[in-house]
């Protein structure tokens, strides 16, 4: 049985950049953390069980993990997995917390799966063009980034406690 967690309810700012920023960075070192004990397990784990430690060693001297189609699967999952869990359940990562930043529906609720998926990935397009999706949110009469205005969600400050 789920327990649901009451939410503040108002009408919230959205965030500054500084603040967008400082919740994706830390966002981002506790990724770069999930995603290397997924990389460890699955290589010194599950590819060692499966191939043995001698032929291992002799596929990374020959390079052929460099690109391994089912990590990179894993870990794209991994990355989708991460965001849409803390998105849909509470509307904020750990960094999002740490910075008192939620993502929500534009009544306050809780994000979808769907709207998760399409953040995560027009919020990947929007770093990879140099952070431009970010940026849009300066001139942005609703002060929302590119991942907001695609998903149909917003994000905003919550009150301290």
């Known amino acids: ?58 596929m990374s001297d020959a390079g052929t993990l460099d690109r391994d189609p089912l990590l990179t699967a894993l870990m794209i999952l991994a990355i989708y997995g991460f965001f849409g869990l803390f998105w849909t359940l509470r509307g904020q990562t750990l960094g999002a917390q740490a910075w008192r930043v939620r993502v929500q529906q534009p009544d306050g609720r809780s994000i979808t799966w769907r709207q998760s998926i399409i953040r995560v990935t027009i919020g990947l397009l929007s770093w990879l063009c140099g952070g431009l999706g970010i940026w849009w949110a300066l001139w942005d009469k609703q002060s929302r980034t590119w991942h907001d205005i695609a998903s149909g969600t917003q994000t905003v400050v919550l009150p301290k406690k």
């Open 1 to 58: 049985m789920a327990v649901k967690q009451l939410l503040p309810t108002g009408d919230f700012p959205a965030p500054g950049l500084f603040r967008r920023l400082a919740s994706a960075f830390y966002d981002l070192m506790l990724m770069l953390a999930l995603l290397m004990v997924l990389i460890l397990a699955y290589q010194q784990g599950i590819l060692r069980m499966v191939y043995g430690s001698e032929a291992l060693q002799a």
